[in-house]
């Protein structure tokens, strides 16, 4: 395989995120030809889609959301689950949290991860493996943008908060309004109208919003 930010480099260029202009992440131009050229390097059919060459509304809601209460991260050990392109994190270490753990299953992501801190000038650590099923990390406050597209992955994403959430981690997850998200024990927070792209998604504006863990 290709060196992986080789790879991110070579197919994504940066812009700005759409609701956050002032930071910029490696993006994808168009996404099936990068969906396609992802295959073709792993050599696999059926991947899943790039998630990482895109900030999701889920993502972007809850980095709005955390730059108005800078207080949810500053001095915390932070752990963005589904991080994708790093987004979430990116914002809270720029939010002067104590640490930050971006966590994504998708080989890429990593690559992604550190092209994408490194652009906004800070360095998060990466971690590679799928946690759903151990023990929640030791961490102060878990974020997690966009995690609710298909029914299975949301039911082990939420069993996995819910019991961070009782070991005393504060759990805060972005969502534009999909299809599997389940309100029921969460608090929603705030709401915001964001700035997407029409590859992704079925509207150049989507409504998403912040929830918390009670
Ligand atoms: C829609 S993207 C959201 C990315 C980012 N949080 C954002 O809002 O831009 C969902 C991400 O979940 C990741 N994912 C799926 N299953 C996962 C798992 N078991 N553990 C960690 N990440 C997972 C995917 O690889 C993908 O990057």
Same mark, same amino acid.
């Given at each position: 395989?290709?060196?992986?930010?080789?790879?991110?480099?070579?197919?994504?260029?940066?812009?700005?995120?759409?609701?956050?202009?002032?930071?910029?992440?490696?993006?994808?131009?168009? /996404?099936?030809?990068?969906?396609?050229?992802?295959?073709?390097?792993?050599?696999?059919?059926?991947?899943?889609?790039?998630?990482?060459?895109?900030?999701?509304?889920?993502?972007?809601?809850?980095?709005?959301?955390?730059?108005?209460?800078?207080?949810?991260?500053?001095?915390?050990?932070?752990?963005?689950?589904?991080?994708?392109?790093?987004?979430?994190?990116? /914002?809270?270490?720029?939010?002067?949290?104590?640490?930050?753990?971006?966590?994504?299953?998708?080989?890429?992501?990593?690559?992604?991860?550190?092209?994408?801190?490194?652009?906004?000038?800070?360095?998060?650590?990466?971690?590679?493996?799928?946690?759903?099923?151990?023990?929640?990390?030791?961490?102060?406050?878990?974020?997690?943008?966009?995690?609710?597209?298909?029914?299975?992955?949301?039911?082990?994403?939420?069993?996995?908060?819910?019991?961070?959430?009782?070991?005393?981690?504060?759990?805060? /997850?972005?969502?534009?309004?999909?299809?599997?998200?389940?309100?029921?024990?969460?608090?929603?927070l705030a709401?915001?109208?964001?700035?997407?792209?029409?590859?992704?998604?079925?509207?150049?504006?989507?409504?998403?919003?912040v929830?918390s863990?009670?």
């Amino acid at each position: 395989m290709t060196n992986p930010k080789a790879f991110v480099r070579a197919h994504t260029q940066p812009l700005p995120v759409p609701s956050l202009p002032d930071l910029h992440l490696y993006q994808a131009a168009e /996404v099936t030809s990068l969906w396609q050229m992802t295959e073709a390097e792993l050599a696999q059919n059926g991947l899943a889609p790039p998630f990482w060459a895109f900030p999701w509304a889920g993502g972007q809601a809850l980095s709005l959301w955390l730059r108005q209460h800078p207080e949810t991260v500053a001095g915390k050990r932070v752990f963005d689950l589904a991080c994708g392109s790093g987004l979430v994190g990116i /914002v809270a270490a720029k939010l002067d949290a104590a640490q930050v753990t971006a966590n994504d299953i998708d080989p890429f992501a990593a690559a992604a991860v550190a092209l994408n801190a490194a652009l906004n000038g800070v360095s998060i650590a990466y971690n590679g493996e799928d946690r759903l099923s151990g023990e929640p990390p030791a961490v102060d406050v878990i974020l997690a943008g966009d995690i609710c597209y298909e029914r299975t992955m949301t039911e082990a994403m939420l069993t996995f908060l819910r019991k961070a959430r009782a070991q005393g981690v504060a759990v805060y /997850v972005g969502d534009p309004h999909r299809s599997y998200f389940p309100a029921e024990g969460l608090a929603r927070l705030a709401t915001f109208d964001i700035h997407t792209d029409t590859q992704i998604e079925d509207r150049a504006v989507k409504p998403a919003s912040v929830w918390s863990l009670i």
